[in-house]
């Protein structure tokens, strides 16, 4: 779920060296990542850098406890960044840890209260634990200050969609891929969204595209023999 952003105005001072670090190592191969980190660690093993750097490497290669170690430590040496904060509840989320994520996110927040992402992944975290009332009220107040969100918007889909409201989650999902065209995610649930909606074309559109760019993509695949399989 990882938002690829960089850091609010209001943080660069503390985060912009973090926030480059982050862009190389998602920019890396999960083994080069991993490299990179090691060498970094072992240059200055007291460095908030070399941690999160471990962090991301580590939550590339889908190594979670590691990535969460490595992203406490850094939070340890830097407790004024909100980035790494937020970054560690977005990892926190993919643990099925959605407590352990809100405190994450609450504390990123504290330190950049008009940071997007991490409004999100707050959102994201009551959704999970039931509250979607209160996640769409959060979304719903991120996306007037910013209405094109491609991550805000795709989880306000999601939650009316998980809701029961196709209709209501159709334009948030269409939103979310004129937004960031290349989001695999965003493009599936627009494409499952279309097909509960008897869309059969909509949702082949929105399959192949997901496939343009990302050929190898299971789930799209799938989707799309399943419409065939329906016509």
Not at 2 to 20: E, G, I, K, Y
Not at 70 to 78: E, F, H, K
Not at 185 to 190: P, S, T
Request: proline content about 5%; aromatic content about 4%.
């Amino acid at each position: 779920m990882l938002f690829r952003s960089r850091a609010p105005m209001s943080q660069l001072n503390s985060d912009t060296v973090l926030q480059r670090v982050f862009d190389l190592i998602s920019d890396l191969p999960a083994d080069r990542a991993d490299a990179v980190a090691a060498r970094m660690l072992r240059a200055d093993p007291a460095s908030d850098t070399a941690h999160f750097a471990l962090g991301l490497a580590a939550l590339q290669a889908g190594r979670l406890e590691v990535a969460i170690g490595a992203l406490r430590n850094a939070g340890r040496i830097n407790r004024s960044s909100a980035l790494i904060a937020r970054v560690l509840g977005e990892v926190f989320l993919l643990a099925d840890e959605p407590d352990l994520a809100r405190i994450a996110f609450v504390a990123s927040l504290e330190r950049s209260p008009y940071d997007i992402e991490a409004g999100v992944g707050l959102a994201v975290c009551h959704a999970t634990v039931g509250d979607t009332v209160e996640a769409k009220r959060m979304l719903r107040r991120l996306l007037v200050a910013n209405p094109q969100h491609p991550v805000a918007s795709l989880y306000m889909g999601l939650i009316l969609d998980a809701d029961g409201d196709p209709m209501a989650a159709l334009p948030w999902l269409e939103t979310s891929v004129a937004a960031n065209p290349h989001s695999a995610a965003a493009g599936l649930h627009l494409g499952r969204c279309r097909m509960q909606l008897g869309d059969n074309a909509g949702a082949e559109e929105a399959f192949l595209a997901v496939l343009s760019h990302s050929p190898d993509h299971r789930e799209a695949q799938q989707s799309l023999e399943q419409l065939s399989q329906a016509h």
